[in-house]
């Protein structure tokens, strides 16, 4: 049996973080929008105001995957929750528990810290991942569909403001 251990991410993480992020958008086919740098993790994360935070998944000592999350807020509820920005276990490690693992100390963390909900995406053609998600008792919200607006449109409309 694998020996899981779920720890903080650190500052010398950092390339270990972007690896995971480079690799987590090849298998979403979105590898030409992963852009970060390590500078920008390092200030966002790290920095004086982080602004997510990082758990690393290792498995027999070996990091094999990451947690990327930050505090939002539930005006329904009056209380914090945590946002699941993004959660990737390497393949090779795929089936050890780790996923599962990274997901259970999130939701102690929410509950530790006095959230109401822990929340993420999926992306609809990921098969795998919804059925993972949706065994550990995890609900889709089909009635909402996320919107965003980055790059040119988010200039467009910040100058908009006074």
Not at 42 to 70: C, K, M, Q, S, W
Not at 83 to 102: H, W
Not at 131 to 152: C, V
Request: glycine share 10%; charged share 20%; with cysteine.
């Amino acid at each position: 049996m694998s020996r899981l251990h779920i720890r903080p991410a650190r500052p010398e993480d950092v390339d270990l973080i972007l690896a995971l992020i480079g690799e987590l958008a090849d298998y979403e086919k979105l590898g030409d929008q992963a852009v970060a740098t390590p500078a920008q993790l390092t200030e966002h994360l790290f920095g004086p105001r982080p602004y997510a935070e990082v758990l690393i998944g290792e498995v027999d000592g070996e990091a094999a995957g990451f947690a990327l999350f930050f505090h939002n807020f539930s005006t329904f509820l009056g209380k914090p929750g945590l946002y699941l920005e993004d959660l990737y276990v390497r393949p090779a490690a795929r089936g050890a528990g780790l996923g599962k693992a990274l997901l259970t100390r999130l939701a102690a963390l929410a509950l530790e810290r006095g959230c109401g909900r822990l929340e993420w995406g999926v992306l609809d053609w990921n098969e795998p991942a919804i059925g993972f998600y949706q065994r550990l008792g995890a609900t889709p919200m089909d009635e909402w569909t996320p919107y965003r607006l980055t790059g040119a449109a988010l200039q467009a409309l910040a100058e908009k403001s006074a």
